[in-house]
């Protein structure tokens, strides 16, 4: 094979090169389940796939341990969350801001702000992270035994949600104060998969708190589905979320019709709208 004499060294490309790719980019808020790290291989892989479509993906480390017991599994669990339940309240206020106080550093640094799209800042939420997201965006969390409620912010330059086995509490103790009340303001864009034998995240507690909310929701119901990982159904949960995503986030009216006109995802598992 032969090469030119005035063959040069590869180079960066020039700027009129360069001014071809999109100035600015959507920006997804990435918060991890419970006890999690955004470092672990299974919330690495969803980055590394949300990036691949163009999302700029934003994780902080939650440190959820550092602030209250993250296990209940005896009696003297049990007497911690009756004795100490504000520490745990405190756990889950605290995501949110952290949350807020990570778009607030992006967005102040010179090396980043120029490429973030404040029209297209988007939130990805997993088992307690989902229910991060809506306190994020004015959600009321419960704050007492007795089931009442507080908002723990609003921030509204969050402008679609997506999650996956979102929390939304127990029959005993729901996320949003009593019969999930505290979502009845939210008007965000929201997305859910959940799975019909999710024991941690019950479906019934995330379709409560569906129901309640003012805005455009969807709730993706996951025959047989429990909570955790759930590799194989992976791939048909983010057709529903990039094709939310692109309806709800980036203007796209070819993937709103098709979010319109869906019920499942072909050839995936026995998953319902």
Same mark, same amino acid.
């Given at each position: 094979?032969?090469?030119?004499?005035?063959?040069?060294?590869?180079?960066?490309?020039?700027?009129?090169?360069?001014?071809?790719?999109?100035?600015?980019?959507?920006?997804?808020?990435?918060?991890?389940?419970?006890?999690?790290?955004?470092?672990?291989?299974?919330?690495?892989?969803?980055?590394?796939?949300?990036?691949?479509?163009?999302?700029?993906?934003?994780?902080?480390?939650?440190?959820?341990?550092?602030?209250?017991?993250?296990?209940?599994?005896?009696?003297?669990?049990?007497?911690?969350?009756?004795?100490?339940?504000?520490?745990?309240?405190?756990?889950?206020?605290?995501?949110?801001?952290?949350?807020?106080?990570?778009? @607030?550093? &992006?967005? %102040?640094?010179?090396? !980043?702000? +120029? $490429?973030?799209?404040?029209? #297209?800042?988007?939130? /990805? =939420?997993?088992?307690?992270?989902?229910?991060?997201?809506?306190?994020?965006?004015?959600?009321?969390?419960?704050?007492?035994?007795?089931?009442?409620?507080?908002?723990?912010?609003?921030? @509204?330059? &969050?402008? %679609?949600?997506?999650? !996956?086995? +979102? $929390?939304?509490?127990?029959? #005993?103790?729901?996320? /949003? =104060?009593?019969?999930?009340?505290?979502?009845?303001?939210?008007?965000?864009?929201?997305?859910?998969?959940?799975?019909?034998?999710?024991?941690?995240?019950?479906?019934?507690?995330?379709?409560?708190?569906?129901?309640?909310?003012?805005?455009?929701?969807?709730?993706?119901?996951?025959?047989?589905?429990?909570?955790?990982?759930?590799?194989?159904?992976?791939?048909?949960?983010?057709?529903?979320?990039?094709?939310?995503?692109?309806?709800?986030?980036?203007?796209?009216?070819?993937?709103?019709?098709?979010?319109?006109?869906?019920?499942?995802?072909?050839?995936?598992?026995?998953?319902?709208?």
């Amino acid at each position: 094979m032969s090469r030119s004499s005035d063959a040069r060294p590869c180079s960066w490309p020039s700027r009129r090169l360069r001014r071809s790719f999109p100035a600015r980019w959507p920006l997804l808020l990435y918060s991890h389940g419970l006890g999690g790290s955004p470092l672990s291989e299974s919330y690495l892989l969803t980055m590394a796939r949300f990036a691949s479509h163009g999302y700029i993906v934003a994780a902080p480390f939650h440190a959820d341990a550092r602030i209250s017991r993250i296990k209940l599994e005896d009696l003297g669990d049990a007497a911690y969350l009756l004795t100490r339940h504000e520490e745990l309240v405190e756990m889950q206020a605290m995501r949110p801001l952290a949350l807020q106080g990570l778009l @607030d550093h &992006l967005l %102040a640094r010179p090396d !980043f702000e +120029p $490429y973030i799209d404040t029209e #297209r800042i988007a939130g /990805f =939420g997993a088992s307690l992270g989902g229910e991060a997201m809506l306190l994020l965006a004015g959600g009321e969390l419960t704050t007492s035994l007795g089931q009442s409620r507080r908002q723990v912010l609003k921030d @509204d330059r &969050l402008r %679609a949600i997506v999650t !996956f086995v +979102p $929390y939304s509490g127990v029959s #005993r103790l729901p996320a /949003f =104060g009593d019969d999930q009340r505290g979502t009845a303001k939210l008007d965000v864009p929201y997305l859910a998969v959940s799975g019909t034998e999710d024991r941690i995240a019950p479906l019934s507690m995330t379709r409560e708190a569906v129901r309640r909310m003012r805005g455009t929701r969807y709730l993706v119901s996951v025959k047989g589905m429990g909570h955790g990982a759930n590799l194989p159904i992976m791939d048909e949960a983010y057709a529903w979320y990039l094709t939310f995503l692109d309806a709800n986030l980036n203007g796209d009216r070819a993937a709103l019709s098709r979010l319109y006109r869906a019920s499942n995802v072909i050839g995936g598992d026995d998953d319902k709208l």
